[in-house]
């Protein structure tokens, strides 16, 4: 069983940031991948970044890369996505996964 919980979502200007987190517990592997997917109204859920938690190897969709940046703290089991460069396609419920497992979500709101 693994529990995640997303936090930090929030209504933004274009342009401003905000910085997701992902605080995991339960049976975790450090190996695995944690990761942030997004899913607009309307839309399909779509993949945003990932990461080992262990190991780094961040990689990004291309519509985030260079603006988004995913981090974790090993020790704290926390997975963090700093979002800057906001634009109104970013708006979106983000959630976090690891290991067949899915947070809530957190709502970002950017707008224009």
């Known amino acids: 069983q693994v529990q995640l919980v997303e936090s930090g979502g929030g209504l933004v200007q274009a342009g401003g940031s905000l910085r997701l987190s992902c605080a995991a517990s339960?049976?975790?592997?450090?190996?695995?991948?944690m990761s942030w997917f997004r899913q607009a109204p309307g839309q399909e859920r779509e993949f945003v970044a990932t990461?080992?938690?262990?190991?780094?190897?961040?990689y990004y969709a291309d519509s985030v890369k260079g603006r988004f940046t995913i981090s974790r703290d090993n020790a704290k089991a926390t997975v963090y996505l700093q979002m800057n460069s906001l634009k109104p396609e970013d708006t979106a419920v983000y959630y976090c996964?690891?290991?067949?497992?899915w947070g809530r979500g957190t709502q970002v709101t950017v707008s224009s």
């Open positions: 339960g049976r975790t592997v450090s190996s695995y991948a």
């Open positions: 990461i080992i938690w262990n190991a780094g190897s961040p």
């Open positions: 996964h690891h290991q067949g497992y």
